[in-house]
């Protein structure tokens, strides 16, 4: 409930975004904007997390899978699959999150169950589906462990 | 006084009446001349003359006239002699004996006896001929009757077959007529149904243009339904693009609400028109979706009628195919019914004339069968009196049997010749059924041959040939038997020669037969026995 309450500080409303068969919610602050899917360019890398690199706003941006970091299975073919492009914990720091759609921008509802530190924040059902609150600070803070 | 010849007695006696009248006038004189004083001269003279009177008829009359009548009775006795003899024979002729006349005609005069022998060999020769004249009728009569008989049966049976063919002709000239009526019939139901089959050739042909049209029809459907698809398939790229649109107005309206909540107090109001927009974005995909739904439903129905409009166009074809087959096979089918029609009419008229030669058949078939009839009844009539002359021949052929001949089929000479060999048995007759038996071998038409002695008792008897096989003999013809009562004895035993009787059925074999017997004499001529043959008239008729 705390960690509602700090949601809310946020100012309360996330950008839900359909991953695999789950849903994920972001702080819209953390978000910087929602695209079509960009074109990725895969790398090597040791991160199996790290889809390749896109191009956004003529900077290469890393773009991680979502469903793989949430650990959401595999759900149909996205119709229109979408990269959303979160502030990380450095500056001016970006990384792409590839989704299979973007719901919304909605007000999470309050019955969730806190999970702890790391990028799942909390967790709990919407709408009859499994909900992932993000914490989009921990991406960077992953990243660089 | 006058003496007439003696010419006979009757003259004889008249000559002496008027000699006595005489006398007794002259003596009626001479007592009246006496009497009234005659002198007695006249008494002398009367005397003298009355004496040379006397003297007179003796020599010239009474002498004369005994020597006639002793010669006349000599002659007498002659002819008396001559009557007996020729009744003799007469008798014998009318007992039917033609033969041995010999001693019957032996007191005859040669000329006599020639004339009578010639006379009796002339009868025995009539009498054979009208036997041979009878048996030969009678064989001919039989021949008659048979093939009267046979004719009669071929004449019914053929009125009974012309009968049969009558029924069969009348039969057939009804069965004509049916099928004339039939055939006038179907001829009717063929002119029609040609009728029906100009129709229906017409029909066939305006469906085949109709069949046709609806080919043009559904390649026009088939055409419009690809124009669809064509223009279905551009609505979906057209809502492909709204979706799309839609998708990035919504990203867009996302993206203006991420910005709205950092933009403060008028961040919020632009919030609420990011929402607006995201709403519309979601309307938009929303009414996308149920475009495409409609549009999936309406190209699927498109699909649906351009796979029903290929199928009714092949159907179509198929039906177009079938229709110009139904086309050409109504022709046929004019054509054969025409013919039909024509053949119809053709076996109407040949019924019906085959109907009009089968009632004249018939007619004259009737008329064959009235013929037939009549001819039967005329056969019946022939046989008849085919009959009536075999009948009549058999009489002539007993007729003539009561005649003895000297002849094989003559039964009277038969029967006295065995009398007369079986005359040596007189008083020993315990051989004589052998004789009796081996002589009935010699006469195939002798059923029963048997002996009596002069009282009617049976002394013996044999089965002739023909009577034996299946023929019994009666019980009451038994060795010790009486027949005295029998009229072929009586008649044998009263005329003491062979008779015949009358024909009768034979107890023997059921068949008409007649007997004829003859007296068995012993060495004085008196009868000892009756010879009795029961004769079979068929089987001696056919010798």
Redesign the interface.
């Known amino acids: 409930m705390n960690r509602e309450r700090e949601g809310g500080a946020h ?1 309360g ?1 996330y ?1 839900v975004v359909a991953t695999g068969e789950h849903l994920c919610a972001m702080a ?2 953390q ?6 899917a960009l074109t990725v360019v895969p790398c090597p890398a040791t991160d199996p997390n790290l889809l390749g690199l896109a191009e956004y706003g003529g900077e290469p941006l890393p773009v991680l899978d979502l469903a793989a970091l949430v650990g959401a299975p595999a759900g149909a073919v996205a119709e ?1 699959p ?1 990269t959303v492009v979160v502030r990380t914990r450095g500056e001016g720091g970006s990384v792409g999150l590839a989704a299979d759609a ?1 719901v ?2 909605v007000e999470v509802p309050p019955h969730l169950t806190a999970t702890g530190s790391g990028l799942v924040q909390a967790r709990g059902t919407w709408q009859g589906t499994v909900l992932h609150v993000l914490e989009l600070a921990a991406l960077g803070g992953e990243r660089r462990q | 006084m006058s003496v007439s010849a003696p010419t006979g007695r009757d003259g004889a006696g008249v000559g002496l009446a008027v000699t006595v009248a005489l006398a007794l006038v002259a003596g009626a004189n001479l007592v009246f001349a006496v009497a009234r004083g005659a002198p007695a001269w006249v008494f002398d003279a009367f005397l003298l003359a009355a004496s040379v009177l006397l003297v007179v008829y003796v020599v010239g009359a009474y002498l004369p006239q005994r020597r006639s009548r002793q010669a006349q009775e000599a002659a007498q006795r002659e002819t008396e002699l001559l009557g007996e003899a020729l009744l003799t024979a007469l008798e014998s002729i009318r007992r039917g004996n033609l033969t041995h006349l010999a001693d019957a005609t032996a007191p005859m005069p040669a000329e006599l006896r020639s004339a009578f022998e010639a006379a009796v060999t002339s009868l025995t020769s009539l009498v054979q001929q009208i036997q041979n004249s009878s048996t030969e009728t009678a064989a001919a009569s039989d021949v008659v009757h048979t093939t009267a008989a046979d004719l009669a049966s071929g004449s019914a049976e053929q009125a009974a077959a012309v009968v049969e063919i009558t029924a069969t002709m009348e039969q057939l000239a009804r069965t004509a007529a049916q099928i004339a009526r039939n055939a006038a019939t179907q001829a009717e139901l063929a002119a029609k149904a040609e009728e029906s089959g100009t129709a229906g050739a017409d029909a066939v042909t305006e469906a085949l243009a109709g069949v046709e049209a609806v080919q043009q029809r559904i390649a026009d459907v088939a055409s419009r339904a690809d124009d669809v698809g064509s223009r279905a398939k551009e609505i979906y790229r057209i809502l492909d693009l709204i979706t799309e649109i839609a998708h990035e107005t919504h990203i867009l309206s996302l993206n203006a609400a991420i910005e709205a909540s950092t933009g403060g107090e008028a961040g919020k109001r632009f919030t609420v028109v990011a929402e607006e927009v995201r709403r519309l974005a979601q309307r938009s995909r929303e009414s996308v979706e149920s475009v495409r739904s409609l549009l999936d439903d309406f190209a699927a129905s498109i699909r649906a009628a351009v796979v029903a409009t290929e199928e009714a166009g092949k159907e179509a074809v198929r039906v177009l195919e079938r229709s110009r087959r139904a086309a050409a096979a109504i022709a046929e089918l004019r054509g054969a019914l025409s013919d039909t029609a024509r053949a119809a009419r053709e076996i109407s008229l040949a019924t019906e004339e085959q109907r009009t030669a089968s009632d004249q058949v018939v007619l004259t078939l009737r008329e064959v069968s009235e013929v037939i009839h009549k001819m039967a009844d005329s056969l019946k009539s022939f046989r008849g009196a085919a009959e009536k002359v075999d009948t009549l021949a058999l009489s002539i052929q007993l007729l003539t049997q009561s005649f003895r001949l000297d002849s094989p089929r003559s039964l009277k000479n038969l029967v006295e010749r065995w009398a007369a060999e079986l005359s040596a048995h007189t008083g020993h007759w315990e051989a004589v059924e052998g004789w009796l038996a081996a002589a009935v071998r010699e006469a195939p038409s002798v059923e029963l041959a048997y002996l009596t002695d002069r009282n009617g008792t049976m002394l013996a008897f044999a089965l002739g040939g023909d009577a034996k096989g299946d023929a019994q003999v009666p019980a009451n013809v038994t060795v010790g038997a009486n027949f005295s009562d029998r009229p072929w004895f009586q008649s044998t035993m009263r005329d003491g020669c062979a008779i015949l009787t009358p024909l009768y059925q034979s107890m023997l074999t059921g068949e008409p037969c007649f007997t004829v017997a003859a007296p068995v004499r012993d060495r004085t001529g008196a009868i000892a026995a009756v010879l009795g043959l029961d004769v079979n008239l068929r089987s001696w008729t056919k010798i």
Do not use: N
């Not at chain 1, 978000?31 to 079509?36: A, G, K, M, N, Y």
């Open positions: 100012g409303r950008l819209v602050e978000v910087r904007s929602v695209v079509p229109f979408v973007a919304g921008v």
